[in-house]
């Protein structure tokens, strides 16, 4: 049957879907079922479907755990930054998510720190770019001010907002990539959570 749907096994790739929601026993049937299989990667679905993060991570290191390290290991529907680095540090390799783009419908960029709601009315001042360590076309030639005009007024705002994040992320993948290749994998996950960490205690003690 398998033949019949994959038609195309020199320029395609199958990849089998590891189910079974946040049940432990079920992901390792699904798992061992799939690895059987052989397949040319793997993909663990049924999550980033407002679990919390701890059951998330759970079962994306339960199935990183029982899959091929020879083989793509791609994490369905994935698109936080956050998650994408705690989900590779776990041993997963692939990720897709509108993530990026839906948040900049809303009018929020991606930084460093977080996200920056550009529609907030401390924003209609600040004549900084979004942010000051981006590189991107975006950063290099609108202000916050400039943007938070537009992203309450008009379309073009969004889009701006979109080429950022992509960008954003684009970034982060490379960086990523590049701290594995070098051998500071551990080091760069260590400065991207302290930074996150940083950004939550700074807002608690905000709203306390």
């Known amino acids: 049957m398998l033949h019949v749907a994959h038609k195309k096994p020199d320029v395609q790739n199958l990849f089998g ?3 079974g929601g946040l049940d432990p026993v079920l992901r ?60 590779s540090a776990l041993g997963a390799d692939m990720y897709d ?3 990026p783009t839906r948040t ?47 992203v309450t007024k008009d379309p073009m ?6 080429y950022h994040n992509l960008s954003f992320m684009a970034r982060l993948s490379r960086d990523l990539h590049m701290s594995i290749l070098e051998g500071r994998f551990p080091e760069f996950v260590r400065g991207f959570l302290r930074v996150q960490v940083c950004l939550a205690l700074q807002s608690l003690f905000y709203h306390i």
Request: charged letters at 20%; glycine letters at 10%.
């Open 17 to 19: 879907i590891v189910q």
């Open 157 to 162: 705002g969004s889009q701006l907002l979109s």
């Open 97 to 99: 998510c509108v993530y």
């Open 104 to 150: 900049a419908r809303f009018g929020s960029a991606l930084v460093p720190e977080g996200v920056l709601k550009l529609k907030q009315n401390a924003m209609a001042t600040d004549e900084r770019p979004i942010d000051p360590s981006c590189p991107c076309m975006v950063c290099k030639n609108y202000t916050r001010a400039y943007l938070h005009c537009l």
């Open 28 to 87: 390792d049937i699904c798992v061992r079922g799939l690895v059987e299989r052989n397949l040319p990667g793997y993909a663990i679905g049924g999550l980033a479907g407002g679990e919390d993060k701890d059951s998330f991570w759970r079962v994306v290191a339960q199935c990183t755990a029982g899959l091929p390290e020879d083989k793509p290991r791609y994490v369905m529907g994935v698109g936080y930054p956050l998650d994408i680095v705690v989900c």
